[in-house]
C-alpha cells in the first residue's frame, strides 16, 4: 500500500495550482465495512489495520464520523438514497412506518440514488457485497436496476471448526476457524472486485469512468474468522475500551444490559475485544486486495478512494454490546476519503461530519452537475483544507424516532423526560447527562431548535415528493443559523446572531404560535431589540435566512 503514487498532486503542487474538485472527472472506489466502528481513528492503537491506516495517510482521516441511524437498514438507504432517516421515517431495520426500504416509502418511488446518479452521468456502476441491508446484492431491496452491473454472491465467512464462545443471553459470539480464505465470501468479494479493476482497461466499459460499490460484511458478528487474525491478538495484553467507566449509566435511565453482565460474568470480554478486533483485521485485509489491485492498474492517480463503516458498535462502553443505541458509540465511525488531487491530503479532520454528506461530496468531487434536492452538505472543503476554522455545521441522527444532534462542541439526544446533553468536547465519552441542569438552559434550546427544524424541513421535503413538488434545495442543505446567549433585560432582547444572510427577518411568537412582534435586523450581527409590552413567558424567537426558517425558544422572566 505504501507505493501508491501521488504524482498528480506532487505536479499540482510544483505548479502552483490550486486545488478544484471539478477539475478532472475521477473514477469511484466506494469500500463498506458492517460494524467497524471508530476504534481505528486513534482510539484502540491495539488494532491491527496496515491497510487502512496506509490508506489514511495518504488521504483525509475524518475522526468524527458519524452514520445518522445505528443499524444497517437506515443508514445505508440514508447513504445512498441521500434522504435523512428523519425524513423517509426508516429508522430502523424493520417496521418501520411508511416502509423498511426507500422506494417502498410513497413520495420515494423515483428519487435517483447516488449509484444511479453516477449511472446516468456516464459512469460503470458495479455493486458487490452488502451495500444495502440486503446482505447480497440483485434483491429488490438493493436498487438493482439503477446499477450497470451486480455480483450476487453472498459476503461472510463460512464457520470453523469450534466455537471459542457463545452464550444464551449473548448475540456475541466468536470462533477462529482453519479453512482456506478463498472459501470467505468478503475474500472472494475482493477477489472479484480486484479482477475487475485489473481488467477494467480492456473490458466493453474502459471508455466510461467507474463507480465501484463494495460492501464487506465483517467485522459484523459473528464474529468468525481465521485463526490468522485472532492469533494477531493476546487478550490479555488488551485494555478495556477507555470510553466504558463504572457507574457510566447512574445519571441516566440505563442499565446494564443481559449481555454485557454475560460477558463479565463469564470473563470474557478481553477475549470478545479480541475476536472483534481479528475480524476488522479480516476486513483490512480484504481492503488490501482491492487497494493492491487498484494500486497496481492505469487508474491509481485517477480514482477517488472512500472507506466507511456503516455506524458504530460498543464493546463493553455504556455496558453494551453491540449498535441500536442512542449513544455516540452506536453512531461513530470511521471515515477516510482519498482524492489524489487534494492539498489537504495526509492530515487528519477533526470536525464532525456526517455520512449522508458523501452523496454530495462525491458529486462535487467528480465534477458532476450538483444534486441540490438531496440532503447534506459537501465536506470537499474539508478534504482541500481539513484544519479550516469556520466548519461548524450540526450534523443529525435519528433511531426509532429519537433525534439526536451533536455539534463539534455538544451532543443532544431529543427523548422527552429520558433527554440527555453532553459536552462532547470536554466530554467525549458522554459520562455526564447535562440536561435539565441549571446554566445548560440556553444550549439546550439552540439544539432543541435545530432538531424542531430538522423535523419541519424533513416534513415539507416528504410532502414535496408526495406531491410530486420540487424540493427547494435550502431546505435539503440548510444555511447556518447560530443564536448565541438570547436574553430579555428591561424588555430589550439581546443576541447574537452568526452565519446568516446580510439581512434576515425577526419574528417573536406566542408558544402557540401567534405572532407577537416582527421586525427586519442585520445579520452576522449583535442585536438589540426593543420589546415593549411583552409579558413574562416562554415564546419562540424566529430568524428567516434567505428563506430558510430557524425557531428557538426563549424565556422572558
Not at 299 to 319: N, Q
Not at 402 to 419: A, L, M, P, Q, Y
Not at 457 to 486: E, Q
Not at 521 to 531: A, C, D, F, R, Y
Request: glycine share 8%; with cysteine.
Amino acid at each position: 500500500m505504501k507505493k501508491y503514487s501521488l504524482s498528480l498532486l506532487s505536479f499540482f503542487l510544483l505548479l502552483g495550482l490550486t486545488y478544484s474538485p471539478v477539475r478532472a472527472q475521477k473514477n469511484v472506489l466506494f469500500l463498506m465495512a458492517d460494524d467497524f466502528n471508530y476504534w481505528m481513528t486513534g482510539y484502540y492503537p491495539a488494532l491491527k489495520t496496515p491497510n487502512l491506516d496506509s490508506l489514511a495517510s495518504m488521504g483525509i482521516m475524518f475522526t468524527e464520523a458519524h452514520c445518522t441511524s445505528p443499524v444497517c437498514n437506515p443508514s445505508r438507504n440514508a447513504i445512498w438514497s441521500g434522504y435523512r432517516p428523519s425524513t423517509t421515517r426508516i429508522w430502523t431495520n424493520s417496521n418501520n412506518p411508511d416502509g423498511d426500504y426507500v422506494r417502498d416509502v410513497p413520495g420515494f418511488e423515483n428519487i435517483v440514488t447516488m449509484h444511479q446518479y453516477f449511472k446516468e452521468n456516464g459512469y460503470f456502476a458495479f455493486g458487490g457485497g452488502k451495500l444495502y441491508h440486503d446482505g447480497k446484492m440483485g434483491s429488490t431491496k438493493t436498487d438493482p436496476t439503477h446499477w450497470s452491473q451486480l455480483t450476487t454472491q453472498n459476503t461472510g465467512s463460512p464457520g470453523g471448526p469450534f466455537y471459542e464462545w457463545s452464550h444464551p443471553d449473548a448475540t456475541v459470539s466468536f470462533k477462529a476457524g482453519e479453512f482456506p480464505y478463498t472459501n470467505a465470501g468478503d475474500t472472494q468479494l475482493a477477489n472479484e472486485v480486484a479482477d475487475l479493476i485489473s481488467n477494467y482497461a480492456n473490458s466493453p466499459n474502459s471508455g466510461q469512468p467507474f463507480f465501484i460499490g463494495c460492501g464487506f460484511f465483517r467485522p459484523h458478528l459473528p464474529w468468525n474468522c481465521h485463526k490468522d487474525f485472532y492469533d494477531l491478538y493476546d487478550p490479555e495484553a488488551l485494555p478495556f475500551p477507555d470510553g466504558f467507566l463504572a457507574g457510566d449509566l447512574n445519571d441516566i435511565s440505563y442499565t446494564a444490559t443481559s449481555e454485557h453482565l454475560a460477558i463479565v460474568n463469564n470473563n470474557q470480554w478481553k477475549n470478545a475485544i479480541r475476536a472483534y478486533l481479528a475480524n476488522s483485521t479480516y476486513a483490512d485485509y480484504n481492503v488490501g486486495i482491492v487497494l493492491d489491485a487498484l494500486r497496481n492498474s492505469p487508474y491509481a492517480d485517477s480514482t477517488i478512494i472512500v472507506f466507511m463503516g456503516d455506524h458504530g458498535w460498543h464493546l463493553g462502553e455504556k455496558e453494551r454490546w453491540k449498535k441500536s443505541s442512542v449513544f455516540d458509540q452506536a453512531f461513530h465511525t470511521t471515515l477516510i476519503i482519498y482524492d489524489p488531487s487534494a492539498p489537504g491530503n495526509g492530515q487528519v479532520c477533526s470536525k464532525v461530519v456526517s455520512l449522508q454528506d458523501l452523496y454530495p461530496t462525491l458529486v462535487e468531487l467528480t465534477g458532476l452537475p450538483t444534486k441540490n434536492s438531496v440532503e447534506g452538505r459537501s465536506i470537499a472543503p474539508l478534504i482541500e483544507d481539513p484544519a479550516r476554522t469556520d466548519w461548524d455545521f450540526p450534523i443529525y441522527m435519528t433511531y426509532a424516532g429519537t433525534n439526536i444532534v451533536k455539534t463539534n462542541e455538544w451532543r443532544f439526544i431529543d427523548d422527552g423526560n429520558e433527554s440527555q446533553l453532553y459536552h462532547t468536547s470536554i466530554d467525549p465519552y458522554e459520562w455526564t447527562n447535562l440536561y435539565g441542569k441549571a446554566g445548560y438552559e440556553a444550549i439546550t434550546n439552540t439544539l432543541q431548535s435545530y432538531l424542531d427544524n430538522l423535523m419541519t424541513n424533513s416534513a415539507i421535503i416528504r410532502n414535496n415528493l408526495l406531491n410530486g413538488t420540487d424540493i427547494d434545495p435550502s431546505l435539503a442543505t440548510p444555511k447556518r443559523t447560530y443564536i448565541i446567549n438570547t436574553m430579555v433585560t428591561d424588555s430589550i432582547l439581546r443576541l447574537d446572531l452568526l452565519y446568516a444572510a446580510p439581512v434576515v427577518d425577526l419574528k417573536i411568537l406566542t408558544i402557540k404560535g401567534d405572532l407577537v412582534f416582527e421586525t427586519e435586523v442585520v445579520g452576522e450581527s449583535e442585536i438589540s431589540v426593543q420589546l415593549d409590552g411583552i409579558v413574562p413567558g416562554t415564546y419562540l424567537l424566529e430568524i428567516i435566512s434567505e428563506g430558510v426558517p430557524y425557531v428557538e425558544r426563549f424565556v422572558v422572566q
